[in-house]
Nanobody
Framework: QVQLKESGGGSVQAGGSLRLSCTAS????????MAWYRQAPGKQRELVAS???????TYSESVKGRFTIEGDVSKNTVYLQMNSLKPVDTAVYYC??????????WGQGTQVTVSS
């Protein structure tokens, strides 16, 4: 069973920074894709950023230029560096991964709260 260990959430004032980390373990297939999603109260879960083993990255328009997804997917670890945080970034952030068998797994989520 694949497990995703997330850490780094917390509370920060607007304009501050946080760094989330996610490490996957237990996959029988190699991990090929890792991503961060978020879900704010009353809203649907949305993609924030993703990264592949080839280091290709994608970002939602709302975080471009402020967030960076870093790490090495081939080593099952990614980070989400979040700068210039805004109150609208407040949400539960979930790590997501897909392996070469096309199985998708989710972490339990970590709360990020940005106060004005």
């Amino acid at each position: 069973q694949v497990q995703l260990k997330e850490s780094g959430g917390g509370s920060v004032q607007a304009g501050g920074s946080l760094r989330l980390s996610c490490t996957a373990s237990g996959s029988s297939f190699r991990i090929v894709h890792m991503a961060w999603y978020r879900q704010a109260p009353g809203k649907q879960r949305e993609l924030v950023a993703s990264r592949t083993t080839g280091s290709s990255t994608t970002y939602s328009e709302s975080v471009k230029g402020r967030f960076t997804i870093e790490g090495d997917v081939s080593k099952n670890t990614v980070y989400l560096q979040m700068n210039s945080l805004k109150p609208v970034d407040t949400a539960v952030y979930y790590c997501n991964t897909m392996n070469a068998g096309n199985y998708v797994y989710w972490g339990q989520g970590t709360q990020v709260t940005v106060s004005s």
